[in-house]
């Protein structure tokens, strides 16, 4: 059974940082693209970053355009954990973010990175993040 869990949520200042982790269990790890994904109140679910989820190739990452530079995705295979760790995080950035599960083969069949919600199959259950002004 896939199973994926997020920690490392909480309140945190404007300016601030935070480290987001998805624990992943139930299928061989490095076989796959992890996705991180946020949902403010009242918007549709976004893709943030994801690795293992460009052109089939294993630990080849993807962000969001308004996030690259300030967000930087890792995965640590021996502990089966995707890290993401926020910078300089602003009020736009409170949101419950999920972390997700798929294929890396899938990115060839889809012909791009997996970044789409649609695209994944399995998810967490999301850990909250909001940011003070």
């Known amino acids: 059974e896939v199973q994926l869990v997020e920690s490392g949520g909480g309140l945190v200042q404007a300016g601030g940082s935070l480290r987001l982790s998805c624990k992943a269990s139930?299928?061989?790890?490095?076989?796959?693209?992890i996705g991180w994904f946020r949902q403010a109140p009242g918007k549709e679910r976004e893709g943030v970053s994801c690795i293992g989820c460009k052109d089939g190739v294993k630990g080849r990452t993807y962000y969001a355009d308004s996030l690259k530079g300030r967000f930087i995705i890792s995965s640590y295979i021996a502990k089966n954990t995707v890290y993401l760790p926020m910078n300089s995080l602003g009020p736009e950035g409170t949101a419950a973010y999920y972390c997700?599960?798929?294929?890396?083969?899938?990115?060839?069949?889809?012909?791009?990175?997996?970044?789409?919600?649609?695209?994944?199959?399995?998810w967490g259950q999301g850990t909250q993040v909001t940011v003070s002004s």
């Open positions: 997700a599960a798929a294929r890396s083969s899938d990115s060839v069949w889809y012909g791009g990175p997996l970044l789409h919600p649609h695209e994944y199959g399995d």
């Open positions: 139930g299928f061989t790890f490095d076989d796959y693209a």
